[in-house]
């Protein structure tokens, strides 16, 4: 077969000085397709590279490492497969134009080559509504959900009064915002209510801003109850490849650094039966450790979302993320975890996963769905 790795996402990187032995001899000119810049001469590998590299060098197939120039038609059927880590919301979100995401979508729909991920899959997942309710009718944990539609000239005060009865329901004062499509933590933003009934100049302005963001699939600003926990307890970020379970991530984002210019500020934690204390005493700051038994619980749910997700004849995502966050506001002792969010083409905190080597598993997992897919 003749499989084609879209890569330039320019970030999730990983520095040299972690780089797995098999990635060490990768040559400058692979280096240079995708970096992303740390500091003045200092830069780290995208892990997208780095994934295709290993595919490169180990599959027994004819690979060759595509890049936004080879977007169309006429590249893509060259080959059987293609892999597009360079992905169409990616590709609209660097260009902020939301004709680029239909050019890609069309060039994935009339190529003859098997695109990853699924266009039905990639859809799913960005309309966050959508899954949301699909989830909690099939009795997953999610968290309550109502949405406006962006569009020019949204009346913010008709909005802010229908968040406002909303609050009342909840039971809270505080609430989040954030558009759909999100990602890059872009639009996210904390608010509370009583606040802004008082002033609410902020909030027209808010308002104001996401009408002028890229608008593709169904735009909707998305508004939850604003859980407490949830900057205080681990978001646990589950990765499956090919439907099987590979390892989990805990995170703490600073709220304070998302959508913001330059790195989050992150802190880890990992499963104890998957805790390395080696290769954790090496990290910038000691990880935490997340109770196996939470583990347990959060994978029997993962597996059930993936019997609900979008397939096609060609089985699981070859790379998939469900992430839990702390907790729902419910009558348990112990409040429930609930699914924050599911990622068709997920960060894989390289830098931060290397007691695993996230790089090589998702390079095998891609190699082991080429080769199922030359025995159908």
């Known amino acids: 077969m003749k499989i084609g790795i879209v890569v330039g996402i320019n970030t999730d990187s990983i520095s040299t000085e972690r780089f797995p032995k098999w990635l060490e001899d990768i040559d400058d000119s692979l280096f240079n397709l995708s970096k992303e810049k740390w500091g003045e001469g200092v830069y780290g590998l995208s892990s997208d590279v780095a994934i295709a590299y290993y595919v490169k060098k180990f599959s027994k197939d004819e690979v060759d490492i595509l890049t936004k120039k080879d977007i169309s038609v006429k590249v893509f059927n060259k080959y059987d497969i293609i892999f597009g880590f360079y992905e169409p919301y990616y590709y609209t979100h660097t260009k902020k134009d939301s004709n680029y995401y239909k050019k890609y979508n069309n060039i994935i729909r009339n190529t003859t080559a098997v695109f990853f991920q699924p266009l039905e899959l990639q859809k799913f997942v960005l309309n966050k509504k959508l899954y949301t309710d699909t989830l909690k009718k099939k009795k ?17 005060i008709n909005i802010l009064d229908k968040i406002r009865i909303q609050c009342d329901k909840w039971g809270t004062s505080n609430f989040i915002t954030k558009p759909q499509p999100g990602g890059f933590g872009i639009g996210f933003k904390k608010w509370n209510i009583e606040k802004l009934l008082q002033n609410n100049t902020n909030f027209v302005s808010y308002i104001k801003k996401i009408e002028k963001q890229v608008r593709i699939e169904k735009p909707l600003l998305l508004v939850q109850e604003f859980v407490p926990e949830f900057e205080k307890f681990f978001e646990v970020r589950t990765y499956w490849l090919n439907g099987t379970y590979s390892h989990s991530l805990g995170t703490i984002i600073d709220p304070k650094s998302l959508g913001v210019s330059g790195f989050e500020e992150v802190k880890f934690a990992y499963p104890k039966s998957e805790y390395n204390e080696k290769v954790m005493s090496t990290y910038d700051h000691i990880p935490e450790i997340l109770d196996d038994k939470l583990i347990r619980k959060l994978k029997k749910i993962g597996r059930e979302i993936l019997k609900i997700i979008p397939q096609n004849k060609y089985g699981d995502p070859f790379i998939f993320r469900i992430d839990f966050g702390c907790c729902m506001n419910n009558q348990n002792i112990c409040r429930d975890y609930f699914v924050n969010e599911i990622e068709y083409m997920p960060n894989l905190f390289p830098e931060y996963s290397t007691h695993v080597d996230i790089l090589q598993r998702v ?14």
């Open 140 to 156: 997953i944990p999610v968290m309550d959900t109502i949405s406006f539609q962006i569009r020019d000239n949204m009346n913010s």
């Open 363 to 376: 390079g095998k997992a891609m190699i082991k769905k080429t080769n199922n897919l030359k025995r159908k």
